[in-house]
């Protein structure tokens, strides 16, 4: 795991390791890329790396975080339509493009999935399911069942190029999640 640092020399040093591994990415896969091509990339020491960081994963947790982080700071999940909040999930996803597929060529998008489902399990949006239509022994299945989809519907997004429409997959996804794909 990645240090949480307040110093501000260390949260530099945090943003100079990761900037360099992203650069490194651009022109070598990630498991060719050595802790030592990052620290001669971010031009700082090894030591300074240790301190930050235990291994690169944690470096690419760091990034992901950094990036989600920054996202959801900017939604207000109290007052936004099921549909709005996965519009700017998507959108956000679209807005990353390059980046993310450039992680799940390297084989990296199991950091952001678990990004994906802690923030999709631990927010709102499935307050706003309605119970009724739900045997309530079934209920505690909802959540993980949409997780999942959501996570796939990105996963195979990115595979695809990320061609497809943020709206048209918000509408999709919130269609699914209610039960409404009758006009597909």
Known sequence: ???????????RSQRMIAEALITAMTSKAYNE??????CEKADLVRKTFYRNFDTKEDVVQYILDDAFKAFIATLDIEHMSTREIFLDVYGFIAEQKDF????????????AYTILVNFLTTEKLF????ARNIKPQFYKYMPPQIVSMVVSIIETWIESGLTDNPSELAEFTEDVMYGRLYKY
């Open 1 to 11: 795991m990645y240090k949480q640092q307040k110093n501000p020399s260390a949260l």
């Open 33 to 38: 890329i050595t802790v030592t091509d990052i």
């Open 100 to 111: 993310l597929i450039m992680f799940y060529k390297n084989g990296l998008f199991r950091f």
């Open 127 to 130: 307050s706003r399911l309605d």
